[in-house]
T-cell receptor, first 110, second 112 residues
Framework: GQNIDQPTEMTATEGAIVQINCTYQTSGFNGLFWYQQHAGEAPTFLSYNVLDGLEEKGRFSSFLSRSKGYSYLLLKELQMKDSASYLCAVRRSSASKIIFGSGTRLSIRP | SQTIHQWPATLVQPVGSPLSLECTVEGTSNPNLYWYRQAAGRGLQLLFYSVGIGQISSEVPQNLSASRPQDRQFILSSKKLLLSDSGFYLC???????????FGPGTRLTVT
């Protein structure tokens, strides 16, 4: 089986930086995803990490440590529109499916 | 370019009634297709996935079923809805050999 853990809620200030952590336990790991989901909408793809290290994409960066079963999503220069849920998801090499964590609801305050 | 459609967008159904949700993908062939359910304030639960026509894998035992009658069509069904079937149903697709998965707009189902 597999287990994905991330904080339920976080709050941050506009213009600041926030780091959302995700830990996972799975066999046959073959990549970790981060998705953003605004309330009432479908998730949209943010990042995919399969190798250790940091991937930067504009204001968003994602880090992966396979040996530690750990990832984080880093959001810089926070904007009010970044208020959303952030979903961590894991793909196993033996399957065609992606399993999602419960998501972290991020609230941005002015 | 590829697009994914789901309908209806919202649905209110009484307990015990049947259900049929449809998902179609355009602009690609032989995609992997997925059905997820999201209860209010919760994460995504994978219900079914399909790697080809007529090939359905079920993730969670329940009163729902899925079918893939055509390459780019994925249908989620139930003969008798339960209150616990309420939620946001999302269809997703992924091109084989590509990691990124794209979601449809979703169907919000309320069972009363």
């Amino acid at each position: 089986g597999q287990n994905i853990d991330q904080p339920t809620e976080m709050t941050a200030t506009e213009g600041a930086i926030v780091q959302i952590n995700c830990t996972y336990q799975t066999s046959g790991f073959n990549g970790l995803f981060w998705y953003q989901q605004h309330a009432g909408e479908a998730p949209t793809f943010l990042s995919y990490n399969v190798l250790d290290g940091l991937e930067e994409k504009g204001r968003f960066s994602s880090f992966l440590s396979r040996s530690k079963g750990y990832s984080y999503l880093l959001l810089k220069e926070l904007q009010m529109k970044d208020s959303a849920s952030y979903l961590c998801a894991v793909r196993r090499s033996s399957a065609s499916k992606i399993i999602f964590g419960s998501g972290t609801r991020l609230s941005i305050r002015p | 370019s590829q697009t994914i459609h789901q309908w209806p967008a919202t649905l209110v159904q009484p307990v015990g009634s049947p259900l049929s949700l449809e998902c179609t993908v355009e602009g690609t062939s032989n995609p992997n297709l997925y059905w997820y359910r999201q209860a209010a304030g919760r994460g995504l639960q994978l219900l079914f996935y399909s790697v080809g026509i007529g090939q359905i894998s079920s993730e969670v035992p329940q009163n729902l079923s899925a079918s893939r009658p055509q390459d780019r069509q994925f249908i989620l069904s139930s003969k008798k809805l339960l209150l616990s079937d309420s939620g946001f149903y999302l269809c997703a697709w992924r091109m084989q050999g590509v990691y990124e998965q794209y979601f449809g707009p979703g169907t919000r189902l309320t069972v009363t």
